[in-house]
């Protein structure tokens, strides 16, 4: 890219125009990208990809950047509280369990011996 040169920005409505034309006068990526004055025909891929899986209205979403996957999202207030309270009862089953199994085997371990 030439120094001072700053990069194109296009609209959603251009993006929308560009593909449906591409659709409706069965031209190719190279083609289209020639008559819109595109810089490569890689992002008509790119958009004709966007306009059939999530549709049109798509284009207004802002994609650059890499996509956002360090922090785990929030979960609501009243699921967290319920989460924890069913761990805090699975503890105490759990403990519960362990004592019954201990008593268990010092009640066989005393019938043994008689």
């Known amino acids: 890219m030439p120094k001072g040169v700053p990069n194109k920005r296009y609209t959603a409505e251009f993006k929308k125009m560009v593909i449906e034309t591409m659709i409706e006068e069965k031209l190719g990526y190279s083609e289209t990208a020639r008559k819109f ?3 490569d025909y890689h992002r008509i891929q790119n958009w004709e990809r966007i306009y059939l899986e999530e549709g049109p209205d798509a284009f207004s979403i802002e994609r650059r950047g890499r996509k956002s996957t360090g922090r ?15 761990v805090q009862r699975l503890r105490a089953e759990n403990e519960y369990l ?14 043994r011996r008689k």
């Open 37 to 39: 004055d595109v810089c």
């Open 72 to 86: 785990p999202r929030k979960i609501p207030k009243e699921i967290e509280e319920d989460l924890l309270a069913e």
């Open 98 to 111: 362990k004592k019954l199994h201990a008593l268990v085997l010092e009640d066989e371990r005393r019938q």
